[in-house]
C-alpha cells in the first residue's frame, strides 16, 4: 500500500536520525505555520497527503496528517459528514490540528481537534511505527496533542465525523459592552441548539457574539450569504456591517455550510489589512479587494509574511483565560496594545497535564473550567527591545490573570518560566518511555532567541531586503512563485453556495 510505503521510509529515515542522536525537523510541505521554516536536517513527511477511507456507517474519516481542512470537507461532504471541528483556514492540516491546540467555534461542544480524534499512528523517535488511542497507550496519545511533533510524528489519524447539513443559520447578537459580550457568549454556549459560537470585540462598547445552528431549510426568500467570492465582503467586515446600529433582536443570515466554515480565509480574520497598512498607496476598499483577491486568502499570505521574512513588529497570539479574568485581560490589551478587532472562541475545559492552555484559576472545587481564548492579532512597536517588552509584558499579564498561550505563536519565557507553566516531569518522563529525548522539546520549537537575531550580522543587500517597501515586496513575489500560489489558483475551493439537489449537503463549486 503507497501509504505503508511511505511510512516505512519515513521510519527508517527517522531511525538513521536517532541512531546518530541527531536532531531533525519534520518538513510538511506547504503549511500554515507562523514560524518560518528553518533549513536543517528534515524528515519529509510531504508525500502523506491523501483522505485514506471514509467509513458512513461508523462516521469515521481516515486520513493523513498533511491532509489540508478544505480537502478534507470536500472528502467528506460527498458523504453528507463533516469533521465536528473544522479549522477555519483551509490549509490548515489535519496532522496540525492534533499536534497544536487547534480549536474553533465548535469547540465550546466538542473540544479542541484532537478531542474529536479515535486513534493515532506514530513513527516514533526510534522508528518504531506505534499506535495510539485513548485505549492503546493512552498516554501517548493524550500526550502527543498539542506537543508539537515532540513525542514523534503523526502518520495515520482516525476521525470523528458528524451529519452534515446544507447551511448555517447565523444570529449576530450585538452588545454594547465587553462584560456584556462575555456575559451574553456564557449564554449562548449553554443552549443547546448552537452548533457553532464565537464573537469578535471591534471596540469597547461594539461586540458581536456569532451563534450558528445546522440547517437544511431557509426561508423562501432568504438568499444564501456567502464569503469566498472575490466580491464578497470579508466576514469580519460583514459582521460590523450588520451590527453597526444597536438593535434589540439579532441579525440572521443563512450561510453555506462550507462557506460558513472557511468564512475567515479571505482576510485572514482582519490580519490581512495589515498588508494594505504596510502599502499606505493601497487604498483599503471593496475594489482593492476585489483585485488582490488572489493575495489575501491565508495560503498567500502567510506565504508572503514568511518570504518577508518580517517576524517581528506584529503581534500574532491566541491567548486562553478563565472567563473570570478575560474582561481584565481585554481591559490590559486595550490600554497597553490598543490592537483591535478580538476574536473570542469559548473552549471546553482541559485537564492537565497537556500543552493545550488550561486554567490556573480552578475554583473551590478544583476542577477544570472551560475557557475563553482571545485572538489577538495586530501591529505592535517596530523597535525590536519595545517589541520583546510588550509581549514579555503580554505573557506576564496572561500568566498573573491564570490564563495559558496557545503555542502555535512566538514565546518568549524563559526557559524556567516555560516550565513553571506545564509539567515538565509528567513531559520528560512520556519522552523518555517513547525513546524521544534526542527531539527538539516543546521550548524548543517556541522559543524565539532574540540574542541570536540581534547577533545576526547581515550583508547590505540583506538589510536592504528587510527595509521597507522591499521586504513586503519581496515576500509578495516568494508567495506568487510558491506551490501554495498554484495551490490557490487551481485547486482551492472557491464556494459558490451550490447545492446538489439529489443530496442534503452542500457540495460547492469546486475547480479541482
Known sequence: MPHDAAVSRIATAVKAFYSRQEPYRIFHGSTNSTRPYQKQSVVDIS???NVVSIDTTAKTATVEPNVPMDKLV????QHGLIPPVVMEFPGITVGGGYAGSAGESSSFKYGYFDQTVNSVEVVLANGDVVTASKTERPELFKGAAGALGTLGITTLIEL???QAKKYVKIEYHRRGSVHDSIEKLQQEI???SNDYVDGIIFSKNHGVIITGQLTDEIPELAQPQTFSKSWDPWFYLHVKDKTIVEATSPVTDYIPLAEYLFRYDRGGFWVGIEAFRYFPFVPFNKFTRWFLDDFIHTRMLYRAMHGSRKEFGNIVQDLSLPYSTAEKFIDYTADELDIWPLWLCPLREMTPPTFHPYTTLPGPDETSKPMLNIGLWGRASDDLDTFVAQ???LESKLTELGGRKVLYSHTYYTEAEFWSLYDKKWYDELRE???ASSLLTVYDKVKVDVAK????????TQRLASMWPFAGMIGIWGAIRSKDYLLHRHAAWRYRGTIEKKDTHLVGDSQL
Not at 453 to 460: A, E, G, I
Open 160 to 162: 470523528q465525523l458528524i
Open 453 to 460: 537575531h540581534k547577533q545576526t550580522r547581515l550583508s547590505w
Open 433 to 435: 518511555r517513547y525513546s
Open 47 to 49: 508525500a502523506l497527503s
Open 74 to 77: 470536500e472528502a467528506t461532504l
Open 190 to 192: 449553554k443552549d443547546p
Open 391 to 393: 509581549n514579555r509584558r
